[in-house]
């Protein structure tokens, strides 16, 4: 049972991802995210999760990813 939804929007389209926990959801996103090129980021990301503070945790944690690929290059 799927109590997860992500969606991503990346200048190759949509991706929209689905998961049972937050840990798989969290690792399908992160995937999705490093596809993308650093000079892209950050995306759009929507969560939908069991939970208000579920998909507030996953947002939070995939701005982070993304912020964290951002920087690299300032390093």
Request: no cysteine.
């Amino acid at each position: 049972m799927t109590s997860i939804a992500i969606l991503i929007e990346t200048q190759q389209g949509v991706r929209f991802l689905v998961a049972a926990t937050p840990r798989e959801a969290a690792l399908k996103a992160e995937s999705v995210i490093a596809a993308v090129a650093q000079a892209e980021l950050p995306v759009p990301v929507w969560v939908a999760g069991a939970t208000s503070d579920m998909a507030g945790r996953l947002m939070n944690y995939l701005a982070d990813v993304q912020m964290e690929r951002v920087l690299e290059k300032a390093a």
